[in-house]
């Protein structure tokens, strides 16, 4: 039962560095998001895709782009990392983008800027 | 827009005392909402759901929420807390009607303490 698959799980990253946060899902899932966590505030929607192809810009886009590289998978990538990036990066998918499914979410990517 | 809004950030209860964390949602458009739990180093993890089917819903672990519309609120209670509920308690909202946005927007959190 692997659900949402994120890789890594840790990384730390210096000022300007480019990273690729991975994740998979193996629930034949069509829609995919991006969240990041930071203390005090919740979740926040970086980016998502409805179904495979495209993309959308969630609420903290800026910094970010993303890849819908088939159905399972959905990348998201740092060009320029800065320290304000610092956060715990969420994964999730569910089966469409209808209001009542739940979202599934994966375990977590922590990164760190110096 | 929607939004949601927790109130208190952290609460502490005794074992087998009752669980009570808020929730209140702002929403133009009748809402759907979710409570999510999220253990220390790990994802998120549905609790229970509000579709409008029926305004009481129980979910997982023991935990129920009641949607009311009168007071835009979808509090999560348990009769009686167990170690184990030690947990951080997400509300989340997402829009009904033909919005054209389907992702969910959380409220900050309240972290659930247990006393023995």
């Known amino acids: 039962n692997a659900g949402v698959t994120q890789t890594p799980k840790f990384q730390v990253l210096k000022t300007g560095q480019s990273m690729t946060l991975q994740c998979a899902q193996d629930?034949?899932?069509?829609?995919m998001y991006w969240y990041r966590q930071d203390p005090g505030m919740g979740l926040r929607l970086i980016y998502y895709?409805?179904?495979?192809?495209?993309?959308d810009k969630g609420e903290v886009p800026n910094g970010y782009n993303v890849s819908r590289l088939n159905k399972r998978e959905f990348s998201l990538r740092l060009e320029s990392a800065a320290p304000s990036q610092t956060s715990v990066y969420f994964c999730?998918?569910?089966?469409?983008?209808?209001?009542?499914?739940?979202?599934?979410f994966g375990d977590g990517t922590r990164l760190s800027i110096l | 827009a929607q939004s949601v809004t927790q109130l208190g950030s952290h609460v502490s209860v005794s074992e087998g005392a009752l669980v009570l964390l808020r929730c209140n949602y702002s929403?133009?458009?009748?809402?759907?909402l979710f409570w999510y739990v999220q253990y220390p180093n790990q994802g998120l993890q549905l609790l229970l759901k509000?579709?409008?089917?029926?305004?009481l819903v129980k979910g997982i672990n023991g935990f129920e929420a009641e949607f009311k519309k009168s007071e835009t609120s979808f509090h999560l209670t348990k009769p009686s807390a167990h170690m184990s509920d030690a947990a951080e308690y997400f509300c989340?909202?997402?829009?009904?009607?033909?919005?054209?946005?389907?992702?969910?927007?959380f409220g900050s959190g309240t972290r659930l303490q247990v006393q023995p």
């Open positions: 629930m034949n899932h069509n829609s």
């Open positions: 999730a998918s569910s089966e469409g983008v209808r209001h009542n499914q739940p979202q599934h």
């Open positions: 929403s133009s458009v009748p809402p759907y």
């Open positions: 509000y579709t409008s089917a029926a305004t």
């Open positions: 989340a909202v997402t829009l009904g009607g033909d919005t054209g946005r389907r992702a969910l927007t």
């Open positions: 895709s409805a179904s495979e192809g495209t993309t």
